[in-house]
């Protein structure tokens, strides 16, 4: 099976790799980005690409460390594009006159109302939220603070900014997050 040539045996090929890899792809993309659709979109597109070149690839040898290289390179590829993304927001924000430290009284009656929000989250979530956007602490010093895992931090902080989306302008939790991000390490 050096060379797949016959299309039906690639395709039994290329399923088999499909279903031996791709939940291990799956995991270990997600250790690297954190975001579960990204992954699986990231993983798709490294089978896309399999699939694509599949006439140059040999298949007699193991195909799981190509695999697993492409997964990295996508997954560093795209936490690349995220933080380009960030930074223009971060621009974007700074160059626009109306989230600049003014004392716009309507900045500032939204800030209100996003504090208020996150005072009626569930307890824990608002404590997190706290902690993270207004005393800007670290996930790991929250984490610490409160006893809880990294990864309860980042839920909670999920969470609370899923729902101050459908509340709020984007425009202004994009000044929080913009504040926070420096913060998350």
């Not at 006439?55 to 290289?69: E, G």
Request: proline share 3%; hydrophobic share 35%.
């Amino acid at each position: 099976m050096e060379r797949v040539q016959d299309n039906k045996q690639c395709s039994r090929v290329f399923e088999q790799l499909f279903k031996q890899h791709y939940r291990t792809l799956c995991f270990y993309t997600m250790s690297l980005v954190n975001d579960l659709d990204a992954s699986k979109d990231i993983v798709h597109d490294v089978f896309l690409s399999l699939w694509n070149h599949r006439s140059t690839i040999d298949f007699s040898r193991p195909v799981y460390p190509y695999l697993l290289s492409l997964t990295r390179n996508r997954a560093l590829n795209y936490l690349e594009h995220k933080k380009i993304q960030n930074n223009h927001a971060r621009q974007h924000l700074a160059d626009d006159p109306t989230y600049t430290l003014s004392d716009d009284p309507t900045r500032e009656e939204l800030l209100e109302r996003i504090l208020s929000r996150i005072e009626r989250l569930p307890e824990r979530c608002s404590q997190v939220m706290k902690l993270s956007f207004i005393e800007c602490k670290k996930y790991k010093e929250i984490a610490e603070e409160l006893n809880i895992s990294v990864n309860t931090v980042k839920t909670h902080i999920t969470t609370g900014l899923k729902t101050l989306r459908d509340e709020f302008p984007t425009s202004l939790l994009l000044l929080l997050l913009a504040n926070q991000n420096r913060h998350a390490d």
